[in-house]
């Protein structure tokens, strides 16, 4: 009798958890469809205050008593006067966008909410910095891309986009439309080509007395093929087609830079910043913080990012590879490693 008291009580406990984990589970999915009108959100921050805080934080621990006590007074009055003279209703404004691409490019999904927003915004005395950093990919993603920085050039904001690690390929074409490039001295920019690979399973497939079939309707709905036998004409069009995007590129590149050397740079090599330079592909050697510290004096900065909101599966696909890591890292870091054996 005692053990069927028991085991009542076990099951009432379980049956619980189990009724809780699938109350959570339904709230869950019923708060994400009810908001699926809304993908995301835009933050703003205003990148002028981050820093007169530290300025401030620094000052104080840093400063003699009468220096800071001197500086309060010259802040007052320096305060003051831009009041009087209405500069903080005046001040230009210089918009930050952050673009770290994807070889699909799928994060021009947020750069056009956020180059919109900047457009709803921006002042024709303002301007956009974009600290861009990509090595490329899909010519049609990051055509895209392209295109929503050409938006800011059409409505005549001023574009700038730094380029502290890489604008290459698909990076460079957006990276060209700016009305001043700045790249850090080890930064890789250029690779203005284009390239395409895919393996041919064919002769496995034969080994294997494994037959593929292909059917289209229309002579070149498919050159290469990964499965099929591929032809000499296949190739041919491919390379063509492959030489066609190429002349495209060219062209557009050509159409922002108009001073460079086309022939001499649309090789699909690549140079580093300082050389970069030399070439006529960027404007000037620096990075994107020395450029923010000269802007901070003369401009109010403002950063926008838009957050897409992610669905259930991409949060619990996150949460287990994270975890998936850290415990990796941490059956690395209780091994003892003795790499001088």
């Not at 981050?50 to 006590?69: A, C, F, T, W, Y």
């Not at 691409?101 to 956009?128: T, W, Y």
Request: overall charge neutral; some cysteine; proline content about 1%.
């Amino acid at each position: 009798m005692d053990f069927l008291i028991e085991f009542g009580l076990f099951f009432a406990k379980a049956l619980t958890i189990v009724i809780a984990i699938i109350a959570v589970v339904v709230v869950v999915i019923a708060a994400s469809s009810k908001t699926k009108h809304k993908s995301g959100e835009l933050e703003v921050t205003d990148l002028s205050e981050q820093h007169n805080e530290v300025e401030e934080k620094l000052n104080h621990n840093l400063m003699s008593k009468e220096q800071l006590k001197q500086h309060k007074k010259q802040l007052k009055q320096q305060q003051k006067e831009d009041k009087k003279k209405g500069e903080e209703q005046t001040k230009p404004r210089l918009f930050v966008i952050d673009f770290k691409g994807s070889i699909d490019a799928k994060e021009v999904a947020s750069l056009r909410e956020e180059v919109s927003a900047v457009l709803i915004a921006a002042k024709p005395e303002d301007e956009v910095l974009v600290r861009l950093e990509s090595g490329g990919g899909m010519v049609h993603g990051y055509g895209l891309a392209a295109s929503q920085l050409k938006r800011i050039k059409a409505k005549g904001i001023t574009l700038t986009i730094a380029v502290d690690k890489v604008a290459a390929s698909g990076g460079y074409m957006m990276a060209c439309i700016a009305d001043k490039i700045i790249a850090a001295p080890f930064s890789i920019v250029g690779s203005i080509g284009v390239i395409a690979q895919l393996p041919n399973f064919n002769k496995v497939l034969k080994k294997n007395d494994i037959d593929f079939e292909q059917v289209t309707a229309g002579e070149f709905k498919r050159t290469l093929t990964m499965f099929g036998e591929n032809t000499d004409e296949a190739r041919k069009k491919f390379q063509s087609e492959l030489e066609e995007t190429h002349v495209l590129f060219k062209e557009f590149v050509q159409e922002f830079r108009p001073q460079l050397d086309i022939a001499k740079v649309a090789t699909g090599e690549h140079w580093y910043g300082t050389q970069a330079f030399a070439l006529e592909l960027v404007d000037e050697v620096s990075t994107s913080d020395d450029y923010l510290m000269q802007q901070f004096e003369e401009k109010q900065v403002i950063q926008f990012k838009y957050h897409t909101k992610k669905k259930l599966a991409e949060k619990l696909s996150q949460a287990a590879s994270i975890g998936v890591e850290r415990g990796v890292m941490k059956i690395i870091q209780s091994q003892s490693w003795d790499w001088t054996k």
